[in-house]
């Protein structure tokens, strides 16, 4: 209520409630209960008055194979989705690292998987919440990656990554099995990073995208 009661005064809209959904988790029951999260982040999106909501496939548990890690994301999404309809709430699938609160990164980081959950579902209130540096992170081109999906995204995130000094992206995609992100990773100024914001707009702006792009920085105060 006093996040609604500000946006309200200062005439603010919210442009995504960011929301982790763990779709894959090898229990039945949870993976249930995990869907109706996403209702209620839904929920949450309407008293908010916010378009977007953000959705993942899960966490990468050790020993899931691909296509049952695909099959219950795309189930999660599609049960949630109904929701969404209802509600004119758009979800948008983050090709993303990791979660703060999992122990595993996200099944979908791979490219190809994230392509065919994303390929498998078909509606007008769905789309792609497009982050370069996780796909960066992930060990493929955003740029490249973008291209592939261009016409699917509805959100983005303007996140720039570094590395801590000495590290490698190989070390960080090695360091799975913590609870929360690598040390080996840092956030910092977007536009100085990994990534070539150039070439990713000129991408957007032939396919007329219009939405929003979100400036995620200050994670380590606001003089960011």
Known sequence: EPVRQVLQETGQISSML?????FTHPDGAERQRQVER??????LCVALDIRHCRTLSGQRFPGMARQVGIDRTVQGIAQSLEYAEKCNVILCMENHYKDGNWQYPEFAQPE??????????DSPYFGVQFDPSNAVVGGFDPVAFLEKIKTRVVTMHASDRYLAPGATLDELRQSDGSIGYSDKLRHGETGKGLNDYDAIFRILARVRFTGWISVEDGMNG???
Do not use: H, K, N, Y
Not at 18 to 22: E, L, V
Not at 38 to 43: G, L, S
Not at 112 to 121: A, K, S
């Open 18 to 22: 960011c929301f982790s959904p763990d």
């Open 112 to 121: 190809d998987i994230f392509l065919e959950i994303v390929g498998r579902i």
């Open 222 to 224: 606001l003089d960011e």
């Open 38 to 43: 996403q209702r209620a982040a839904i929920d």
